[in-house]
């Protein structure tokens, strides 16, 4: 059994690179076209350089939005100073 264990490494990020390729908009693909992208993830995706080249050097990552607290938000606090009938 342990030994289908890298195959199934190698298929899951395969499919994961596949599926995060698809699902990413145009504007946030970097260097080459959507497509150029899908043919490289499946292609070459077998010896995981298409999965990792899209990964490290394909999307543009963005930093998660940070939440902010009620009480630590200034324009929700401010909201409270407001006189609304």
Known sequence: M??????LLVLA?????FIDCLNTPEQDVKGLPKVVWIIIVL???E???GPVAW?????????????????DNPEFLASLNRDEP
């Open 43 to 45: 292609l070459f995706g």
């Open 13 to 17: 990020l395969w499919i994961y690179a």
């Open 47 to 49: 010896v995981l350089l």
């Open 2 to 7: 342990l030994r289908y264990l890298p195959f």
């Open 55 to 71: 990964l490290v050097a394909g999307k543009v990552r963005r930093a998660p939005a940070r939440y902010v607290a009620p009480d």
